[in-house]
């Protein structure tokens, strides 16, 4: 296998400037390799020919309004729909974001939730959490502690694979990794939900939730994932 | 920017219409056809306007109407019985001896020197599961995770769809496809 064969799916990511996805093996990778550097302007550049072409990539796109066109009973839905808008205004806004779902109280439901891979072998479960995910997890070493599962929970717009840890004493640590976090900084939040402590790191790897029975076990986890990320 | 993120002041009707071309270029991108694209793009005006006041001011207007128009059309799709059709690993680019991705070298050259309508043809000969997510991040420039929350599909399949099809641009462009 080439060196570049595992970075080579990233590339993509890479050159959309989305750099928060892509392992930092990969970006170390594409640092000194002068073929993925190439690879990459290539994207960038069919990018570029893509946006260019505009129009031409549909076939006779049609260009004419149709609002103004509009069947009767259409335009009565439409403006049914507009009258609608206003009279529920705040009270719907209001709604909406009560009704937002919370990725970090997500996470600390899936904490407790039955596991969906039951193994204490960290490439299977990393395997399992790959093909469930789509996307592939930094691997956390936590020392004195065993992996024993994961499983994936799904809110709208953010998966959540949440990795459970057991150590010899029973403390249970569970690490839930939410999709699409960015970070735009590093650091650990200390945080509270539903009654549970958690800490929330925010590192180059990823945003992870770590709920846990033991104060010292979830620090010493979120130093782990910190370390992962140098 | 600005025509993805609502302007202070500015109705959001308003806006909705605004982005019109955008929501029929869009629909060309899942229906592959003018008639059915303008009609798609015209029931998702209507839904949206009726339904505005689930946006959330501060968010990605474009993506949040996108995403109703994807969940219309596949509810279109639904009804009629249709499933997307399945993809070789040919067409992936994938050694099929070992899946894994054929290693060929891209020559930007062969990009640069191709002619637009060129490149327009091979866009339209990709496969619709890959055409569409390179659409929205390539040519509308949304970001993984919106085009992720369009398509209710993990941000690192996304990824991995945007890689395939430019793969398979490039390898078409060189091929003469």
């Given at each position: 296998m080439d060196a570049c064969a595992p970075h080579r799916e990233f590339l993509a990511a890479v050159a959309d400037g989305e750099?928060?996805?892509?392992?930092v093996a990969t970006l170390d990778h594409v640092g000194t390799c002068a073929d993925c550097r190439r690879e990459i302007r290539a994207h960038q550049l069919l990018s570029s020919r893509l946006r260019q072409a505009g129009e031409q990539l549909?076939?006779?796109?049609p260009k004419r309004g149709r609002l103004v066109g509009l069947a009767p009973a259409r335009l009565r839905m439409v403006a049914v729909g507009i009258l609608a808008a206003i009279l529920a205004g705040t009270a719907g806004a209001g709604w909406f974001v009560l009704s937002r779902p919370d990725p970090v109280q997500a996470a600390v439901d899936a904490s407790s939730q039955p596991l969906q891979i039951e193994s204490n072998d960290p490439a299977r479960v990393a395997q399992w959490c790959s093909q469930a995910s789509g996307r592939n997890l930094p691997a956390i070493q936590l020392d004195g502690m065993q992996i024993v599962g994961a499983r994936m929970d799904r809110v709208p717009s953010t998966d959540i694979v949440t990795v459970v840890y057991a150590a010899p004493s029973g403390a249970r640590i569970t690490v839930s990794w939410l999709e699409?976090?960015?970070?735009?900084g590093s650091g650990v939040e200390d945080a509270q939900r539903s009654g549970h402590e958690l800490l929330i790191v925010h590192s180059a790897v990823g945003t992870a939730v770590i709920v846990g029975s033991s104060r010292d076990a979830m620090w010493q986890t979120a130093a782990a994932i910190e370390s992962a990320a140098d | 920017m600005n025509e993805t993120n609502p302007r202070e002041g500015v109705d959001v009707a308003a806006q909705i219409v605004e982005l019109r071309p955008r929501l029929v270029r869009f629909a060309w991108s899942l229906t592959r056809a003018s008639d059915a694209a303008e009609d798609l793009a015209q029931e998702t005006i209507a839904r949206a306007l009726a339904s505005q006041w689930r946006f959330q001011p501060g968010t990605n207007l474009k993506a949040w109407l996108f995403r109703i128009m994807r969940n219309i059309h596949l509810n279109e799709l639904r009804s009629a019985g249709t499933h997307p059709a399945l993809v070789s690993i040919e067409e992936l680019g994938l050694?099929?001896?070992?899946?894994?991705?054929?290693a060929n070298p891209v020559e930007a050259r062969i990009i640069e020197r191709a002619a637009l309508r060129r490149l327009a043809e091979v866009y339209r000969t990709l496969p619709q599961v890959f055409a569409v997510p390179l659409y929205l991040t390539?040519?509308?420039?949304?970001?993984y995770a919106d085009a992720a929350s369009i398509l209710d599909v993990p941000v690192g399949t996304v990824m991995s769809r945007v890689y395939r099809a430019r793969r398979m641009l490039m390898s078409r462009l060189e091929g003469g496809h």
């Open positions: 750099t928060g996805l892509v392992p549909h076939e006779a796109a699409g976090q960015v970070a735009t | 050694d099929p001896a070992t899946g894994r991705d054929e390539a040519i509308e420039e949304l970001s």
